[in-house]
């Protein structure tokens, strides 16, 4: 009961006029860059980063706590009425959702994805409070190599489990492990990388590589395609949902909570397959199958419940384990080491108030959004509608006053500009950009535990294998590593059988 | 490891059935993906030799390293380097037979016969660029200004006076907002002392 309590004072903390005033700047903004097409949640947190470095910690994680549910509000917003999927999450969003948009439907699409959120985002919550501390428990016990086990795991795993091509997803992986590596070893004070350049000494800011890749490489990316069609922005009627609606949408919203928690909470479960699940659920189990394909409001209440809910549990791994599964975890990670603070077992101990805080202004700020931002939709779509001149140019220069703002030196533009000619690289072939957002900041990470357990067993190899733990984590690995391969003799002996029936028959 | 692109999609088939149908009433650009398999996008092979590149570097800088151990730290800075610069060319070789073999990213090949304006995307890193060079001599707010007014023009607006009017407004606001109000590090220039 004591979680309750330091939940309470949570709550406690963050009603004042003041931190509810910072929790409705949080989701107004979240929201905001949330609904540009190809930005997303890791990226408003990115860029406003550099804004609270001025706060102090606890208000700044009431407004990232705003932000993070207001960015996936916003994402599903563009998801619908414009067609475009901001992140792969809402990728399946988009397979009904614009549908609904084009027969005239795009109301009921928004408000079943922002009452779904909402929904998904409390139970989710709920389920956090409950979670973590359990992780906590076990991963107090966890040591060096086990905590290197889990994170080779969690790289692995994100780029291999998600996207569509391993070796794209490794390509990205090394990229960013190669970006963390720069600057001053921790452990001895020698420089890597830096080629002697004294500014690349500190490392590159993981706020500098991930505003790079996603902001600066979409406005390069728009103006490569600059002559190739044009976004068309739905119309949207009232928002509202009539009784069928609601009877349709709360199985799906449940359902969907469900699926993507877990698959959230578990090191690099992504929200990909969790959004697809829920799908493929509805289908099957909806009473309006013909629906399916031409705008059935199940196909977006259960996805966009997933979505919401596996965010929320990518939070437990990164605040139990100080482990960041995606884009959106990597930048508040990042956050809170700005802060001094190393997110792990020893945060909930270290920094109850601050954690406490950051989880009740998540339930504050889905419930600020709901209330909010259902009457506003209209109002948020006219956001939408910024020709993408005004909207790209708007990106580049506050993309470039919070990249210049983290070390107060022009330099850092010039590493913003060749992240984001990467991340232009990227997306012209099709290379998935979280592995390397991960890579980058649970690199250094893992190397430092590596080399902790090594240090433990004296220069012995044998002590990156700790304990069972780290046992089981190897063979998820080489499960992980393995399975295409056991795919590939799968596909082979089917082939191999094709033929005898046709020559029977 | 010839088949490792193969084996991946087949085991996402079921996501990339999903993301395949996406695209039916978008934008003309996905149609050819979607009716014809794409051609084979041989330009993807910049990417492996940026990526054997990036391996060439890592390994020759940690060449550099001194090698030593300490009580501390038995295995030092250089291990890691070199893993990651031989992984680097092993991702870089794969990715050349999977090119080859025709494979293709996420978005299933779809920008290979897209039109890329380079002009457009070196005129806007020129912008950003002065943006660099400048910002500490004119100051956040001349040189932010040119950065969005540039920006704009080159991505196409046509209103010239407008958006200046509009970049100035940025450039005060955000100064007076942000750097003024939240202490955020951003240089006054020439202007130092008006503001």
């Not at chain 2, 009580?71 to 030092?76: A, E, K, R, T, V």
């Not at chain 2, 060079?133 to 950065?147: A, Q």
Request: net charge neutral; with cysteine; hydrophobic share 50%.
């Amino acid at each position: 009961m004591d979680n309750m309590n330091a939940l309470l004072d949570g709550f406690a903390a963050i009603l004042t006029p003041g931190n509810l005033l910072i929790a409705l700047i949080g989701v107004t903004i979240g929201t905001a860059v949330g609904m540009l097409p190809g930005l997303g949640t890791a990226m408003a947190i990115a860029l406003l980063l550099p804004i609270t470095y001025g706060m102090e910690p606890t208000q700044a994680f009431i407004m990232f706590g705003g932000i993070f549910y207001g960015g996936m509000y916003g994402g599903s917003t563009t998801a619908i009425l414009l067609n475009t999927p901001g992140q792969s999450s809402s990728v399946v969003t988009v397979l009904e959702g614009y549908k609904m948009a084009r027969n005239g439907r795009g109301g009921q699409a928004l408000a079943t994805a922002a009452i779904g959120s909402f929904v998904a985002g409390t139970i989710a919550t709920v389920a956090l409070v409950f979670v973590t501390p359990i992780t906590v428990d076990f991963a107090i016990g966890l040591g060096a190599p086990e905590y290197f086990a889990i994170m080779v795991l969690a790289l692995v795993a994100t780029a291999s489990v998600l996207g569509t091509s391993r070796v794209r997803g490794f390509a990205s992986l090394l990229l960013g492990l190669v970006i963390g590596t720069i600057g001053i070893d921790a452990v001895t004070g020698q420089q890597r990388l830096t080629y002697g350049v004294p500014e690349l000494a500190n490392g590159i800011d993981i706020v500098v590589v991930a505003v790079g890749a996603f902001a600066v490489g979409e406005a390069l990316w728009t103006a490569a395609r600059r002559r190739n069609g044009k976004d068309e922005v739905v119309p949207v009627g009232r928002v509202w949902m009539g009784r069928s609606d609601w009877r349709r949408s709360w199985g799906p919203w449940l359902r969907g909570s469900a699926l993507g928690f877990p698959f959230g909470a578990v090191p690099a479960g992504g929200a990909e397959v969790p959004t697809f699940l829920s799908y493929v659920t509805e289908r099957r189990l909806s009473k309006h199958k013909q629906e399916f394909g031409n705008g059935a409001i199940e196909g977006v209440a259960g996805p966009e419940a997933a979505n919401n809910a596996s965010a929320a549990g990518t939070l437990v791994p990164m605040l139990a384990l100080g482990l960041p599964c995606n884009a959106t975890a990597a930048v508040m990670l990042a956050a809170f080491q700005t802060y001094g603070i190393q997110p792990g077992p020893l945060l909930f101990a270290n920094e109850s108030a601050l954690v406490w805080t950051l989880i009740a202004g998540l339930f504050v700020g889905n419930a600020m959004l709901l209330v909010l931002n259902m009457p506003l939709i209209p109002i948020w779509v006219k956001l939408l509608r910024i020709p993408k001149p005004y909207l790209f140019a708007g990106i580049l220069f506050f993309a470039s006053m919070g990249a210049y703002a983290t070390s107060g030196q022009p330099f850092e533009l010039y590493i913003l500009l060749a992240l984001g000619l990467i991340g232009l690289g990227m997306r012209r072939f099709g290379i998935p950009m979280l592995p390397m957002i991960v890579g980058v900041i649970l690199g250094p990470m893992a190397e430092r535990q590596a080399r902790m357990s090594l240090q433990l067993s004296g220069g012995d190899l044998s002590g990156l294998v700790g304990g069972p733990v780290s046992w089981t984590v190897y063979g998820i690995i080489a499960l992980i590593a393995l399975w295409p391969l056991a795919a590939l003799v799968r596909r082979r002996t089917a082939r191999d059988r094709e033929p005898e029936p046709a020559s029977a028959g | 490891m010839t088949g490792e692109h193969d084996a991946a999609t087949a085991e996402t088939g079921a996501e990339d059935r999903a993301a395949d149908r996406v695209p039916e009433n978008g934008p003309a650009e996905h149609d050819a993906a979607e009716t014809a398999p794409a051609p084979r996008d041989l330009a993807q092979l910049w990417v492996c030799g940026f990526l054997a590149v990036l391996g060439v570097l890592v390994i020759v800088d940690a060449a550099r390293l001194g090698g030593f151990s300490a009580s501390n730290d038995p295995i030092g800075p250089k291990p890691v380097p070199i893993i990651l610069g031989i992984l680097l060319f092993a991702v870089a070789a794969c990715y050349a037979v999977s090119v080859l073999r025709g494979g293709h990213g996420e978005d299933g090949g779809a920008h290979a016969g897209e039109r890329f304006d380079a002009t457009t995307v070196g005129l806007l890193c020129a912008v950003f660029t002065a943006n660099a060079l400048l910002i500490d001599w004119l100051g956040w707010v001349i040189s932010g200004s040119l950065l969005f007014w540039g920006s704009a023009i080159v991505l196409g607006s046509r209103r010239y006076l407008l958006t200046l009017a509009a970049a100035a407004v940025l450039g005060l606001a955000t100064f007076y907002g942000f750097a003024i109000g939240l202490g955020l590090a951003l240089p006054a220039g020439v202007l130092q002392g008006i503001l």
